[in-house]
T-cell receptor, first 111, second 112 residues
Framework: GENVEQHPSTLSVQEGDSAVIKCTYS??????FPWYKQELGKRPQLIID?????GEKKDQRIAVTLNKTAKHFSLHITETQPEDSAVYFC??????????FGRGTSLIVHP | GAGVSQSPSNKVTEKGKDVELRCDPI?????LYWYRQSLGQGLEFLIY????????KSGLPSDRFSAERTGGSVSTLTIQRTQQEDSAVYLC??????????FGPGTRLTVL
């Protein structure tokens, strides 16, 4: 089955800095790569996603890049703000209808 | 419109008791997933329902776990003879034909 590795597990940055979280996957048939944000005590919510026919996608301060050859994709957050503090999960699907999630990255943005 | 809802929000039970967790997906969503999230961990897939097809139960950790989805809508996850290691947040998600999953608020289960 699919194997998803997510790094780092914890990321601490100063407000205004950039943050990058990376995920690697194993199934070359995977074609959908979403990122979910989970604030403390809240439900996970989709913040951005990318499909295998696209290399990069941006939405304001967040972007996702995909390298299909190397089987990795990354979440980029620029000009971080305290409200960006949360746990971020990557996920991979396409080879199966069942997504495989990374173990999560706890992002802490210090004011 | 209404999102995915789950009940109860919190459940405390004694070891050995049975529990039922409920999920109301977004109306019209044909796909429904159950996940388990232990403290500081990722989302562990449990079971997947798609329309009237047989569910994919490949993630259920033991035969103490079962789930039903009646009428293609509401789903119930049942854990029999609960153990302390079953303590976790149980999340339900639904999907309406696209790939995005819409999550419920979860049920926090504590087994004493």
């Amino acid at each position: 089955g699919e194997n998803v590795e997510q790094h780092p597990s914890t990321l601490s940055v100063q407000e205004g800095d950039s943050a990058v979280i990376k995920c690697t996957y194993s199934d070359s048939a995977s074609n959908y790569f979403p990122w979910y944000k989970q604030e403390l005590g809240k439900r996970p919510q989709l913040i951005i996603d990318i499909r295998s026919n696209v290399g990069e996608k941006k939405d304001q301060r967040i972007a996702v890049t995909l390298n299909k050859t190397a089987k990795h994709f990354s979440l980029h957050i620029t000009e971080t703000q305290p409200e960006d503090s949360a746990v971020y999960f990557c996920a991979v699907s396409g080879g199966s209808y069942i997504p495989t999630f990374g173990r999560g990255t706890s992002l802490i943005v210090h004011p | 419109g209404a999102g995915v809802s789950q009940s109860p929000s919190n459940k405390v039970t004694e070891k050995g008791k049975d529990v039922e967790l409920r999920c109301d997906p977004i109306s019209g969503h044909t796909a429904l997933y159950w996940y388990r999230q232990s403290l500081g961990q990722g989302l562990e897939f449990l079971i997947y329902f798609q329309g009237n097809s047989a569910p994919d139960k490949s993630g259920l950790p033991s035969d103490r776990f079962s789930a039903e989805r009646t009428g293609g809508s509401v789903s119930t996850l049942t854990i029999q003879r609960t153990q302390q290691e079953d303590s976790a947040v149980y999340l339900c998600a639904s999907s309406g034909g696209g790939d995005e999953q819409f999550f419920g608020p979860g049920t926090r289960l504590t087994v004493l």
